[in-house]
């Protein structure tokens, strides 16, 4: 969902979109002392625009991907892998994947028993520096670790498409796993992509509902959430024990889900202080999300809007108003 577009009515649909975001996530920037912006997934599958594409590639023509185009545009650090970038294949993904220059990460991903990663251009995890000036205006290195992981339910979801092609382990061993591999490379904070459910855990070692067992794991910092497209902090988990649904915390650490389809941008401020040798620590948070201004205008979508990006956008219109048949009798659902 790029353009807030309803394909199938072809017309306008207000309230979602991510370039109906450009503006707010540019303001956020500029009032922050260092940011990263990242997605959690399901980005390639969910509207006709993403059809059309896999359409075209298996045809043959080869074309940049326009949600991947719109997040270059709008400077994103990284992207994970939800459980319907899948729905496509391996072959699509990986072609998809090798046109990023934006880094994507999944941890939980494995090849077969284990061995290669079926994608070459997905890492488990990336270290990104950013510094922060301190009172005398010296800058101070500061190291953010980000991974993703998503469902293993994903193999069973995508069986014809990844079956003996890969594998996806536990969310929460992966990162217990992973946490440590940042830290030992030079992590100062950790951040979690979790394509996962915020609910009372059904399985702690395998299961769909893993969020809030991150938030056990000692080294995560912030946990951005995802996969039901539900909002969080706000009122769709109040009641979840373990969870603050008014300030955004999973059992005291920061965490946000912003909705789906660009219906909502989710931000997680964090507080920090350099203690010399020690590094650095979190001494406090703010969870909030926004959701994009009332339209009516195209002050947003259009200012940040790439041309390959509304070239896709029109040919996958064209593309679906192509009449594949004809009935002579009515057709009712």
Known sequence: HLL???YPADRNAEGVG??????QIEALRSDATATILVDNGDFLQGTLLGDWHVTEWRRGIARAHPMITAMDALGYDVITLGNHEFDYGLDYLGAVCDTAEIPIVSANLHGP???APPLASVRPWIVIDRSIEDEQGTPIPLRIGVFGVMPPQTMDWNRRTMHGQAEVSGIVETAAKTVTELRDAGADLGGARSHSVIAEPDDPTSGENASLCLADIAGIDAIIAGHTHRVFPGPDHQGVSGTDSRAGLLAGT???MPGRWGSHLGQIDLALRHRGPEGWSVTGQDVCV???PATGTETSRNRALPPDVLT???RARAWGAHP???SEAALHS
Request: glycine fraction near 16%.
């Open 312 to 314: 896709a956008h029109e």
């Open 254 to 256: 920061p965490a946000v």
């Open 290 to 292: 926004h959701q994009p």
């Open 18 to 23: 991510l370039f109906g975001l450009a503006d």
């Open 113 to 115: 028993n284990g061995v």
């Open 324 to 326: 594949v048949g004809h």
């Open 4 to 6: 807030g577009w309803d």
